[in-house]
């Protein structure tokens, strides 16, 4: 059974960092894409950024360019969101999502499984 467990949200102020990670189970984690996503109150689920854990190629949203990183530790089945230079408009509740194939995006609605998201929140 594909599990997905995302973990580490929690407050922090404007500029800070935190690193969130999502335990998967159930599956070989360079047999899927995982992808990273938000929900802000009143808002539509997001992408925020998937990794190709087959090859590590990744994508990221234009708003975290730049402070946001994903990585992998398949040994571990851990994907990690390191994310920096946090700013109040990321907070949201994060989940993290798999899916079989790589396809150039990853529109919530292409996720085949998801975790139970953690809450990010940023204060100004």
């Known amino acids: 059974e594909v599990q997905l467990q995302a973990s580490g949200g929690g407050l922090v102020q404007a500029g800070g960092s935190l690193r969130l990670s999502c335990e998967a189970s159930?599956?070989?984690?360079?047999?899927?894409?995982i992808g990273w996503f938000r929900q802000a109150p009143g808002k539509e689920r997001e992408g925020v950024s998937c990794?190709?854990?087959?090859?590590?190629?990744?994508l990221y949203a234009d708003s975290v360019k730049g402070r946001f990183t994903i990585s992998s530790d398949s040994a571990k089945k851990m994907v990690y969101l390191q994310m920096n230079s946090l700013k109040p408009e990321d907070t949201a509740v994060y989940y993290c999502a798999a899916k079989l194939y790589w396809s150039g995006t990853y529109p919530p609605t292409a996720m085949d499984f998801w975790g139970k998201g953690t809450l990010v929140t940023v204060s100004s």
């Open positions: 990794m190709d854990g087959y090859d590590g190629r990744t």
């Open positions: 159930g599956f070989a984690l360079d047999s899927y894409i």
